[in-house]
């Protein structure tokens, strides 16, 4: 990694800034798929699959037989390491239920908040090098909580994990399709497909593309989604092994994968250069991990709250905090997808079983998006109810406030029915 000893605060944007991609280059290749799916659905889908994938697809739905017969096609092992993970992010999730609680504003008007599940969902896994059955529980676990009653799966995969996953999390539907053309399927619905009222997962930056589109045409999407990333500030209480370890299983994703080392050390630094080298060299996806840290920054600072101050500039999708009191250090981080704390929680922990969500905002919009969690998967109802006495209080003002923005029938509304109590 190139080491960039204490820039001006005049050049950390550009220290900061992540690649740029020509969107509308990608949108005007996506916006023809999005048309065609739109116009001749499961037609176009087949196409697609022909074109982009060479596959001649028959039934779109993955079989039934293929979902159930998924579980015996892993060892106990894996699959005993999935339901760990399946415990766990449920106990999170299931730990952000709301009861509903009913406030008295005034007396005799009494106002409350319910939740309600999203009816109809759709989650998107890709194919790629990796199959993400983990990204499955992720999105899947919430919306089985929410009690979403459509859970739509697409993939082109058809890992028997990432099958076995979707069993697991209730997935009403699952269909062997990718691509811009999947989010299409979901965003508009085609013969097989039934159309969503929101679309969350991952993707390239055709799939990143296609849900920008179809959310200006009012279908929700999870949030805004770019190449994945990790931010490290560690200080000379870390272990220079386990700071690399994290460096790489971020940079593994691939070439486009942000990878960002922040420091008031410089012999920290060079420490995990070193064996940085020597881990990368060992890795199956090398290739793609040496890709992405060649691009990547070590950033020597002059002190902690340089570093905090710069993080909250980056806003990282994960940021891993390897220093001293480092929860502490935490509450001054303002912008970030997820925290991890000390020389034992890599990022890998949080990916896959501890039970946060990884499904995150990048390319800095964690200065404004949260996570995915059981609230994404649920829409908030307001109920309110007043009593003869309640609007005898709250009226008089109802009516004064009315009258000044000249809405009359909103007034009268009111004064009708306190006229009805005299």
């Known amino acids: 990694m190139k080491i960039i000893p204490f820039p001006d605060r005049a050049d950390w944007p550009a220290l900061l800034a992540r690649p740029t991609q020509d969107f509308a280059e990608i949108?005007?290749?996506?916006?023809?798929?999005?048309?065609?799916?739109?116009?001749?659905?499961?037609?176009?889908?087949?196409?697609?699959?022909?074109?982009?994938?060479?596959?001649?697809?028959?039934?779109i739905a993955f079989e039934t037989d293929a979902i159930q017969d998924a579980e015996n096609k892993l060892d106990e092992t894996l699959k005993a390491a999935i339901h760990q993970a399946y415990q766990n992010i449920r106990t999170f999730h299931e730990a952000q239920k709301q009861a509903v609680e009913k406030i008295e504003t005034m007396p005799g008007v009494v106002c409350w908040r319910r939740s309600v599940g999203i009816e109809k969902v759709g989650i998107y896994i890709p194919g790629g090098t990796a199959p993400l059955f983990s990204t499955v529980l992720m999105l899947g676990i919430p919306a089985q909580l929410a009690g979403c009653r459509e859970i739509v799966l697409c993939t082109p995969s058809d890992h028997p994990a990432i099958l076995y996953a979707a069993k697991l999390v209730g997935v009403t539907k699952a269909f062997r399709i990718g691509g811009a053309q999947a989010i299409a399927a979901m965003a508009y619905g085609t013969e097989s497909v039934p159309k969503v009222y929101k679309i969350f997962g991952p993707g390239?930056?055709?799939?990143?593309?296609?849900?920008?589109?179809?959310?200006?045409?009012?279908?929700?999407?999870?949030?805004?989604?770019?190449?994945?990333?990790?931010?490290?500030?560690?200080?000379?209480s870390a272990i220079p092994s386990f700071v690399a370890a994290d460096l790489l299983s971020q940079a593994e994703h691939g070439a486009d994968s942000q990878v960002l080392l922040v420091s008031t050390s410089r012999r920290l630094l060079n420490s995990v250069n070193i064996t940085l080298s020597t881990q990368l060299e060992s890795l199956p996806r090398r290739d793609l991990a040496r890709q992405a840290i060649a691009n990547s920054k070590a950033i020597l600072v002059n002190?902690?709250?340089?570093?905090?101050?710069?993080?909250?500039?980056?806003?990282?999708?994960?940021?891993?905090?390897?220093?001293?009191?480092?929860?502490?250090?935490?509450?001054?981080?303002?912008?970030?997808?997820?925290?991890?704390?000390?020389?034992?929680?890599?990022?890998?922990?949080?990916?896959?079983?501890?039970?946060?969500?990884?499904?995150?905002?990048?390319?800095?919009?964690?200065?404004?998006?949260s996570g995915v969690s059981l609230d994404s998967f649920v829409k908030k109802i307001t109920v309110q109810q007043i009593s003869e006495s309640g609007i005898k209080n709250i009226g008089p003002t109802v009516e004064v406030m009315a009258e000044a923005e000249s809405l009359i029938a909103h007034k009268r509304a009111v004064s009708i029915r306190l006229s009805s109590l005299s």
């Open 27 to 59: 949108e005007g290749k996506v916006l023809p798929i999005l048309q065609k799916v739109k116009l001749e659905g499961d037609s176009a889908l087949r196409d697609y699959a022909l074109q982009f994938d060479q596959i001649e697809l028959g039934d």
């Open 204 to 236: 390239n930056q055709y799939v990143t593309a296609a849900k920008m589109l179809v959310s200006k045409e009012g279908i929700a999407i999870d949030m805004p989604a770019g190449p994945s990333e990790v931010a490290i500030y560690a200080d000379d």
């Open 303 to 369: 002190s902690s709250e340089e570093a905090i101050e710069l993080l909250n500039d980056y806003a990282a999708e994960h940021l891993i905090l390897s220093v001293t009191d480092s929860e502490k250090v935490s509450e001054s981080i303002r912008n970030a997808g997820s925290i991890f704390l000390g020389n034992y929680t890599p990022e890998s922990c949080g990916d896959y079983a501890s039970g946060t969500n990884h499904t995150l905002p990048t390319n800095g919009f964690a200065q404004a998006y």
